[in-house]
């Protein structure tokens, strides 16, 4: 019945979703309680005497035995679909995923225990420890008694987004979560909507497309000569200097400078029109506070729709309510958002930069069409390419706001953690720099070239391993149940019996399912001993890279199956490209963390902890997509002109 119900809303209208979810759960046992003693009534049933006297003696039954009637009436729900479940996992052969058990009803402390994981905790570290009491890559939160899975389990990562992709999809809880920020672009849709979006994009990430470099030098060279002019080099504070020795420049938030970059690029490729984001004031040093994801110019005004602050402001807050809403959960979000919806204004203040660009293309298409003029698609933008397919302009911003957050905020966030390793790993920064003078010289790099820089793309594969874009992603598994395949080998040693490993586990119908790729990425039983450990040899080494080619899917930065990402050899290339320009200039980073904005560095309380968050000097953070809060406040320096031989 609620799925019923939930087809006739559409994802947008969360608030009456929610009054009938809470109809079927607190309004309907009441009215069949109510109702009773006519329906005993009219067919003659006779009672007991004790259930007689009471109807009778008792017409409006009092608040105590309706709030009885509810508990036991969600109750016998609740056991009606496990039995269900029961008996489809017998005919399936199947297990059932092991359940999260918490000391409060409805596991509400586990969720208190999340919530307040995600204000100081390390990046996806509540989950990891959740596995690792229960001895398994798959869980079963049943959050307030709804089920709701977790899995870093590279197995049955594949099956859901591969071989056993049919069985899922966005799901209705998904796109109501997105709806009002991405609406039908290509990430909030399935099926037919979704088929349509993919076919219209692939052609603008054709080769011929993402190896023409010279946008890339355009918004690069745009890029270091801010650089260059943040301000007079001098040598590092609190040193002696001698010959040789780095010369710095003041500290500059290299993920706000990064995420500009590859928006100008990318709005470019997209619209054929420079956001010209880079010309806008930068956050400054010692003085700029944390924004949603990062740093925030002194400038941002949300009512101001021409300033680029108010744009990445409002871009970024959407994504930052979207998670918040996931982490909740589809019944609580929905509650506290009722009378106000937090991502309205965001909304408003982008569309206020998209609506224009679209309403241009549309009026462009129709002049052409007048003069019969027709342009061929490669001479087209993706935006002029949009406007052909459909007169409908919210279909078109939609779908280019999608295009625009995964292809900027993919390359900026490559380019930020790249930045931070180059940083604290100052050895594979010479490494990098060395191969860029040997294979490209200080000359803008070709293709041809950046395919013969072995290095770099293992560094990019390893950043990408540890610090993936997309951390963790949602789907929702379809009306029918399935079965996922057998564990990958991480806590094999611990089962019970060899039997109980050979049974799959069941996976119900409707119900979200959160996979989990940094934490699988970062698995010592896929990856060995060493997997926390920053190491790009892995790359390239043969005996090393035989783990993944054995076993591709254990390495999912840009998803895997019909629905992985169009754009990855853009982001290759695109970072790639800017790297090589960056080391020919520069050979010297660092980081700055005493510009890091107020409560932005990692928490003392994680050098007790273990893996990589030991070791972190800035704090991973996760929207949609990985960022670093409060920025990457960092110096570059120029030691050496000379080019090793």
Known sequence: MQLTMMSMTNPGNYRLRLLLDLFQVLVLPVIVLSSFPHIINNINIPLPLPLSSFFSSSPSLSLPIHILFIFLWNTALRLLNSLSQSFDRHNLGAKPIPCVKGKWPGNIDVLLRMMQSFKRGYILDVYLQLFEEYRCTTLNLNILWRDHIITMDQEHTKFVLA????????????????????????????????????????????????????????????????????????????????????????????????????????????????????????PIAFKSRMGPKGSEPLTQDPDSPDLWGSFAHAFEAAQQVTTHRARLGSLVWPILEFFKDRNKGNVEVIHRWLDPLVEQAIGNKKRMMESGVVSPIGEKTFLEHLADSTDDPVMIRDQLLSLLLASRDTTACLLTFVTYFMAIYPDIAQKMRTEVLEQCGRNPSTYEQIKNLRYMKAVLNETLRLYPPVPLNVRESRSSSSVFPRSDPTFASTSSSSSDMDM??????????????????????????????????????????????????????????????????????????????????????????????????????????????????????????????????????????????
């Open 163 to 282: 071989t056993g992709f049919q069985h899922f999809w966005r799901g209705r809880y998904q796109k109501e979560r997105m709806e009002r920020f991405l609406g039908r672009g290509i990430f909030n849709r399935d099926d037919e909507v979704w088929s349509m979006h993919r076919a219209n994009t692939r052609p603008f990430f054709a080769r011929e497309r993402i190896s023409d470099f010279h946008s890339f030098e355009t918004f690069t060279s745009r890029t270091l000569d801010i650089i260059s002019n943040l301000s007079t080099p001098s040598p590092l504070v609190g040193s002696y200097h001698q010959p040789h020795q780095p010369i710095t420049s003041a500290p500059f938030d290299a993920q706000d400078l990064f995420s500009r970059f590859a928006l100008d690029t990318s709005s470019s490729l997209l619209f054929g029109q420079n956001l010209d984001t880079l010309s806008s004031p930068l």
């Open 504 to 645: 799959p586990l069941y996976m119900p119908g409707s119900t979200p399912i959160m996979f989990l790729p940094l934490l699988t990425q970062r698995n010592k039983s896929l990856w060995g001993p060493d997997a926390d450990v920053f190491d790009p040899e892995r790359w390239i080494d043969p005996r090393r890279t035989a783990r993944f080619v054995a076993n591709p899917t254990m390495f999912t930065p840009f998803s895997a199956g019909p629905r992985i990402c169009l754009g990855q050899n853009y982001a290759y290339n695109e970072a790639s490209y800017f790297l090589v320009r960056l080391l020919q200039e520069y050979d010297t980073f660092t980081l700055a963390p005493e510009a890091q904005p107020l409560g932005s560095l990692p928490p003392s309380e994680w050098k007790s902890g273990k893996g990589r968050q030991v070791e972190e000097r800035i704090w991973p953070g996760a929207a949609l997509t990985l960022f670093v809060k409060g920025g990457l406040w960092v110096r570059f320096g120029k030691a050496s002109n000379s080019i090793p031989t």
